[in-house]
Structures are given as structure tokens and as C-alpha cells.
């Protein structure tokens, strides 16, 4: 490696830095929060997070507008950044510890960091060959024992790129949509990292990813096998559900009077952390009477449904997911690429907000994951263009404070609040502009990424010493 890629890497490393109305689902839910985890629930995660966080300087953005993230907005803002945490936000009286870095914002917007609740960036990473397609054991349509971080390459270019032109500082990374039960999905902090271990988000649940409709019925349907349609699809769901269920009676009966432990089984531990209310459900579903049913099958079984992503007919249940305390995670315009996404329209996203309920911008894609930001922009166009009139800084929900609760993250990130992580975009403009980029993007108040200065550039390890990439003057 050469001088200028291990300049390039020494300055990577030193940036690195809704309840169901069921008795039985209230019962699991009170039993979960009261009981110590036994040693199983230890056991099953053998990959924790090492992640660091390296706080940068005291630092204070003045003179900029300011988005909350909640839905508030404050114009000739200040925001302080303090030991890796937002320390104040408000006006331009806000005050300002000695010594303290200042940045003149004036003419810039300041935001919480973009979060991306559906990625498969580390998974199914660029450059996009066979050899990297590590996203989908489609080896069976119950596969809940896999885990996406087990898949994760941190040299992934599209880490980089997600943070330097999309200002993503927090992503969700998920197996793809193959399974009925794809396996668990990972929150990531979108840092340099020489391994998965030190991207994880401290803390952040797991989540199972779930499908229903063409996917699962299409890829095993092909090979005669169950499921081979919509039917066999619930069907066996159900099954397993109540396998997962027997399995968790076998040790709860453990936690209680102890004796012989019961065996492990990966594919179960996961289903059983589901019904405990440790492990979040992300749900692979575009069509209003599928995602009625998964609501109902989650009743069923004591469950809940965290989102349904893509989503594609959301709109005609919106009802449904305010009422159940669902987020949809949707498009902008994805629309009518299959059956099941014919009936989308472009005022998806700002219909299902209309209605109360949450709505998320997510991308399930490497190069739309740079551009959320716009995304966000069209779907409010598309709904004032409707008659429904949304706010930029209530739009700015759909990036951040949501994703950021569908992920059970809430209390930490997603909007400027004292004592959450300092995960901080400056933008050079209006954020909702397809003409502004992120000037400076802050994770856990370290500076991470700056436009006008090529060390704090970070760029992935895959890329390093290449033409225009890693070099540093």
C-alpha cells in the first residue's frame, strides 16, 4: 500500500467514531419487562457491538435554519454539539460554552442525520458480482436463524458514499425478501470500521425480516415446493408461529421452575425474541389486503408489526396502520414494476401521514440511499400537488424521528434533542433542493465528513489508492 492510501486510512480510522389489544400479547409483554433475560437470551447474541465513539471538539452551528427532526423548526438557529451529544438547540441567544468551534451557518439548514430503515448496503455490497450476492439464503422459506451482519462487508464503497452525499449517519440493514422469515436484521452507525462489530449501533434491537406476496410464492412456487401462493404463504407463517410459540412455553416453564434447559434452536431463538418484544418485525409487504392480513396473523399470535416497507397500496389502509401503530416505509414513485406494485401512486407517503399515521422514506437501494433527501421532496410535491399541505420540517420526520422509533432507536437519535447523539447534517442549502448536498455531517459529535477538506473524506479500504479516491494532500 502506498503512502497516499495509508495516509488515506490512518485519517478514516481517526474519523471512525407501536402494543396489540390481546390479553395474551399484554401478558408477554409484562413478562418480558419484569423478568431478568436467562442465560439463553446471552447467549444469543455472540457478536455484540464494539463500536467507539471518538467525540470531536466542542462545536457550535450558528445562524442556520434549523429542522428538529420532531417537526419543529427554528430559523436563525444555533445548535451545540458536546461530548459526542447534542448539548443545546435553539436561538440565536442560545449559549455557547468558551472555547467551543464555531460554524457560521447562515444560509445552510441544519438537520438530524438521515436514517435508513431499509438498506443492504455490507450485504449485498458494491461492486455488485456474484461473489458479494450475500443477501438471501434462499435455501427455504423459514430462515430465521440467519442474521444480515453475518454478511456484512464494512468495505463496502456505498457506506461512504451514503454519508457524504446523502448525509445517512444511521441505517438498517436487513436479508432480502426471498423467505417468508428472511432472518434478523442490524442497525448500523454509518462509520469507518475495520469490522461489522464496530459499525453496530449500541444497543439497537434486532429486527426479523418478514415477506409476503409475489416474492416468497414466486421463488419457491418455482421449484414446486410450499409456498406456491398467497395462501400457502399465511399458511405456513402460521405454522411456524406456533412452533415459535411451543418453543417459548418450553422456556418460559424453564425461567420459572428451571430443570432441564430445553435445546436451542436458532431459527426458533429469533421467533421466541420476537414474541418477547426484544426484536423488532419489518415486514416486506406492498398490498393493503396482505398487510391486513399480517395485522390480523399478529394478533393471532401476540406479536406486532414495527413497519410494513414498500408498501405500495398503504394508502388504502392507513387507517389501519395509524390505528395498530404501524409505520409504513415507503417510495417516493416506485410504482407498477410488478402486480403487486401496480395500484401505487405517488401520493402514498403523504396520504398515509395525513391519516396520522407514520410514514418513512426508505430506499432498499445503493444509489437511493444517497438521495433520500430528494425523495423526501418529491413525495411532499406530489402531496401538496394533491391539496394536502406538509410543512418541510414536518416532512423531515419521514428521514429521522421515524425510522429512528420504527427501529426502536428513538430515545437516542433522530432528532436534535439535548442528550441524544450528536448526528448532525450541515446542509449548503435547502435540504429538500435536488441541488444541495451535505457540506459537513457530524456522528456522535465527531466530524466525519467535510466538503472542503479532502482528510475528512472517508472513503472505504476496496477503494483506496485508486484514481480520485483515498488521496490526501
Partial sequence: MNKTALAALGAATLLSACSTPSSQSEDRAARASDRTPPPRAAAAIPFPSTYR??????????????????????????????????????????????????????????????????????????????????????????????????????????????????????????????NLFGGRGVTLKNVYARTMQGMKFPGAPHSLKMACGENPKRVYGGRNQMPASRMANVALMRQTWIRAQEYDRKWDKYDRDGGEQPGRDLQLETLRGVLDGQITVQNHCYRADEMANIIDMSKEFGYKVSAFHHGAEAYKIADLLRENGICGALWADWWGFKMEAYDGINENIPLVHNAGACAIVHSDDPNGIQRLNQEASKALTYGRRAGINISDEVAWTWLSFNPAKALGISDRTGSLRPGKMADVVLWNGNPLSVYTRPERVWIDGALMYDANDPRRRPVSDFELGQPGEGDVK
Avoid at 440565536?92 to 451557518?105: K, L, N, S, V, Y
Fill in 53 to 178: 465513539r471518538y467525540p470531536g471538539v466542542v462545536t457550535a452551528i450558528t445562524g442556520a435554519t434549523v429542522y428538529d427532526g420532531e417537526g419543529g423548526r427554528i430559523e436563525n438557529g444555533t445548535v451545540v454539539l458536546a461530548d459526542g451529544k447534542v448539548q443545546a438547540v435553539g436561538g440565536p441567544e442560545t449559549a455557547i460554552p468558551d472555547g467551543a468551534t464555531r460554524i457560521d451557518g447562515a444560509g445552510r439548514w441544519v438537520t438530524p442525520g438521515v436514517i435508513d430503515i431499509h438498506s443492504h448496503l455490507g450485504d449485498y455490497p458494491s461492486p455488485s458480482v456474484e461473489a458479494h450476492q450475500d443477501g438471501n439464503e434462499v435455501t427455504g422459506p423459514v430462515r430465521s436463524e440467519v442474521w444480515a451482519e453475518h454478511s456484512i462487508w464494512p468495505q463496502d464503497p456505498g457506506f461512504a458514499r451514503a454519508l457524504a452525499n446523502g448525509g445517512v449517519t444511521s441505517l438498517h440493514v436487513l436479508p432480502g425478501s426471498a
